[in-house]
């Protein structure tokens, strides 16, 4: 996935939920550190083995898939590489905001 620098003068490159928000981000960033590593790997299966399902857990993990699916969607729509890498990217990261929002909403009516 090919990179682009857009970062503001004064401002370093490293990782921010802000840059990520408003897509300023490059796509492979933007999808495999903060929608596989970050949002799945950390909040999803490392906060639902110490928490378990309760609605709570499930409220912040909806919350943050869902601001790092805006930030995919957004540097995806950025992205000057292949449209299929920006596509999937959007799938794979609106597909997983839906699982989060349901399990969220499971949770609420009870088990």
Do not use: C
Not at 43 to 55: E, H, L, Q, R, S
């Amino acid at each position: 996935m090919a990179a682009y620098d857009d970062t503001p003068e004064g401002e370093g490159p490293g990782l921010s939920l802000a840059r990520l928000i408003e897509g300023k981000l490059p796509l492979g960033t933007a999808f495999w550190t903060y929608h596989v590593l970050i949002s799945t790997v950390v909040v999803g299966f490392g906060g639902g083995v110490i928490f378990g399902p309760n609605a709570i857990f499930l409220a912040l993990a909806t919350l943050v898939q869902l601001a790092v699916t805006v930030g995919v969607w957004r540097s995806a729509y950025r992205y000057n590489g292949s449209r299929l890498w920006a596509i999937l990217a959007s799938l794979f990261s609106g597909v997983a905001l839906l699982v989060d929002t349901w399990l969220f909403f499971i949770s609420l009516i009870g088990k």
